[in-house]
């Protein structure tokens, strides 16, 4: 069993930051894939960014890479996304997810196991 926390979410104008952090219980945080996905209202919930669990593949979705960058620490059980230059369109909740079996395809959202309660950023232009 898995619980997860995120925090750092907020309102930001654009070119701005925010540093999301995902805070995880459990024993079997370490060897879990680690996602963000995020949902803007209306419409469903996107692949952002996921980690393995030792931080050796890294992956992003087209539209964030070189802006945002996923991280973890496994002794503190976090994972971080930094979120660097800020669009009005990064609007959404933003959710943080592990699965065991998400190594595959860390992309889809049905392969992660645990998901967050969600927290909010809101970017204006």
């Known amino acids: 069993q898995v619980q997860l926390v995120e925090s750092g979410g907020g309102l930001v104008q654009a070119g701005g930051s925010l540093r999301l952090s995902c805070a995880a219980s459990?024993?079997?945080?370490?060897?879990?894939?680690m996602g963000w996905f995020r949902q803007a209202p209306g419409k469903e919930r996107q692949f952002v960014a996921a980690?393995?669990?030792?931080?050796?593949?890294?992956y992003y979705v087209e539209s964030v890479k070189g802006r945002f960058t996923i991280s973890r620490d496994n002794a503190k059980n976090t994972v971080y996304l930094q979120m660097n230059s800020l669009k009005p369109e990064d609007t959404a909740v933003y959710y943080c997810?592990?699965?065991?079996?998400?190594?595959?395809?860390?992309?889809?959202?049905?392969?992660?196991?645990?998901w967050g309660q969600g927290t909010q950023v809101t970017v204006s232009s």
């Open positions: 980690i393995t669990w030792s931080g050796g593949n890294i």
């Open positions: 997810a592990a699965g065991k079996g998400a190594g595959s395809s860390p992309a889809e959202r049905v392969l992660y196991d645990y």
């Open positions: 459990g024993r079997t945080f370490s060897s879990a894939v």
